[in-house]
Nanobody, 129 residues
């Protein structure tokens, strides 16, 4: 079992920045690829960014490309999501999720929420205009 805890959310003005953290316990996070997803009220959960277990590959949704950066520090068992140039439409609950490195075809399924086995409880990000 992997327990994931997100932190770093909050209220920020448009154009501002936040850095989210996803801390893992229970097992070493280096055995897992990690994704960030978000869900706004009344909307479906959507993919934001993902990073391979080794950190060698990162993927982003078009809506955040160039503004968000995903990274990981396996020594700290933590994955980060640096969010810059935030917009009101980025307002959501942000979740991190982990999938075992043994699951195949990460490069083709990184955006599929059902491919992730473990989820955190989420952290609220609110961007005011």
């Amino acid at each position: 079992q992997v327990q994931l805890v997100e932190s770093g959310g909050g209220l920020v003005q448009a154009g501002g920045s936040l850095r989210l953290s996803c801390a893992a316990s229970g097992r070493t996070l280096s055995n897992y690829a990690v994704g960030w997803f978000r869900q706004a009220p009344g909307k479906e959960r959507e993919f934001v960014a993902a990073i391979a277990w080794s950190g060698s590959s990162q993927y982003y949704a078009d809506s955040v490309k160039g503004r968000f950066t995903i990274s990981r520090d396996n020594a700290k068992n933590t994955v980060y999501l640096q969010m810059n140039s935030l917009k009101p439409e980025d307002t959501s609950i942000y979740y991190c999720a982990a999938r075992n490195r043994e699951r195949p075809l990460f490069s083709r399924t990184y955006f599929v929420a059902a491919q992730y086995e473990y989820w955190g409880q989420g952290t609220q990000v609110t961007v005011s205009s």
